[in-house]
């Protein structure tokens, strides 16, 4: 009998047949592993099913769902386009799934708005976004007439180092002080890189996480001919969702040899150069938030392909050996570790932190069309600092920044202030 050959760079939601039979309906998804599980307010873990409150919206739910979807026992309807875009795409139940199991929940769930995106069932909110991202290279809709403001000055060409932007600090005037402390502080340390400025692309997240995989595809290309170009031998995300993007999936289409790091990495590095002295920084009780993409969903992507077989005693073992990814290939400790350096103080934490941290709602492109369910769930993450007695809650991503300031604002019992916002009060 021929062996089935099986890998993990899927293509479409049928070849994820033999990943969804395993689901044993256990409900894993929806929750931290019980000894993560701190108090009974935050031992939900599925943003999702936390606000929806139906089984349909964990994972396990989409996994039926999709099943169902492969062996023509249901359509696509609203109803099920309203569960498959009610979701953050963070990863969560993955993560979960795979302390006890190991089944691709998060691929299932890309490849299931694929399968959306290809009967044409979109919302209109997310056609604008491809449509932008065709048009005029970048997600950001309401910015599509914005011109690059990165500053072209401070940056050498032809440097060994490539210091990649992203749509947010290369186009929104809202974190443009933001991405000049970024390179005024990268700069201090010493570091000489060059910017692709206007010709740089966007990386196509949007595209991946609304389902337009070929579009995706096509911005993975020119990413990796634009990383060439550069003869760069090392590149610094400003953007944790970039970050998240060049480790996790642009491999599975493109091949990217160039190491990729985070800004909050090389941060690290320079405080602890004997030579980069700074002042102090005397803030409340503060706590660090694990964006999603630069935890989680951060770790690296090692292809695979093998078989499923059958050991001696009826257990099925992959050959080779797979490889699982578990949440924790991403960044964690390094900016815990420059928050603790400049404030000579220990790091408060939530509950749900690290690889099964609570999410903020800035993934997965729900902002475009159920805005309700982000302020929601990053509201629960705010009232999980102020339950902690966490005053300032800090973080390194703008989208993560701005729905958590947005629920603070509402809320007025924490600050949410960038990493780089206190590294400059300390350095610059």
């Not at 999702?48 to 964990?58: I, L, Q, V």
């Not at 011109?147 to 440097?159: C, K, L, R, S, Y």
């Not at 005397?282 to 690296?300: E, I, S, V």
Request: proline residues 5%; charged residues 25%; hydrophobic residues 35%.
């Amino acid at each position: 009998m021929t062996k089935k050959i099986l890998n993990n760079n899927f293509q479409s939601l049928e070849e994820m047949d033999w990943v969804t039979e395993k689901c044993v309906r256990c409900n894993m998804c929806k929750f931290p592993p019980l000894a993560r599980v701190e108090s009974k307010a935050y031992s939900i873990g599925c943003p999702s099913f936390d606000y929806f409150k139906f089984h349909a919206n964990s994972g396990g739910g989409k996994l039926i769902m999709s099943s169902s979807l492969m062996q023509g026992r249901s359509q696509i309807t609203e109803a099920v386009c309203k569960t498959v875009y009610g979701c953050l795409l963070c990863g969560a139940c993955d993560t979960s799934c795979k302390y006890n199991a190991d089944i691709e929940v998060l691929e299932t769930l890309f490849m299931l708005r694929n399968r959306v995106f290809l009967e044409g069932k979109l919302y209109d909110a997310h056609k604008a976004v491809l449509d932008c991202i065709r048009t005029v290279g970048h997600p950001l809709v309401e910015l599509r007439d914005a011109v690059n403001q990165m500053p072209a000055d401070i940056h050498t060409p032809g440097a060994a180092t490539l210091v990649w932007g992203g749509p947010y600090f290369s186009y929104d005037p809202a974190f443009k002080s933001w991405s000049e402390k970024m390179l005024q502080l990268l700069g201090k340390g010493g570091l000489r890189f060059q910017l692709l400025l206007s010709k740089e692309p966007y990386t196509g997240r949007a595209a991946l996480e609304i389902g337009d995989r070929e579009l995706f595809k096509q911005q993975s290309k020119k990413v990796a001919q634009a990383i060439e170009q550069t003869k760069a031998q090392k590149i610094i995300c400003l953007s944790a969702e970039d970050y998240s993007t060049l480790r996790s999936q642009t491999p599975k289409f493109v091949e990217l040899h160039t190491p990729i790091y985070h800004v909050t990495e090389i941060y690290e590095k320079l405080v602890n150069k004997s030579a980069f002295k700074g002042k102090p920084v005397n803030r409340p009780k503060l706590a660090w938030h694990d964006p999603t993409y630069l935890g989680r969903l951060g770790g690296q992507y090692v292809a695979w392909e093998g078989t499923n077989e059958k050991e001696d005693r009826g257990i099925r073992a992959y050959v080779p050996p797979r490889k699982i990814d578990y949440g924790t290939g991403g960044v964690f400790e390094a900016p815990r570790n420059v928050l603790a350096k400049i404030t000579g103080k220990p790091v408060s934490e939530f509950s749900l932190k690290n690889e099964y941290a609570y999410g903020a709602g800035e993934t997965g492109q729900a902002q475009a069309v159920m805005p309700s369910f982000v302020s929601a769930t990053a509201a629960k993450r705010v009232r999980e600092a102020i339950d902690h007695g966490i005053e300032t809650i800090v973080t390194e991503c703008p989208q993560a920044w701005r729905t958590l300031h947005a629920a603070a604002q509402a809320d007025q019992q924490v600050d949410v202030v960038s990493l780089t916002e206190l590294l400059a009060q300390a350095y610059l």
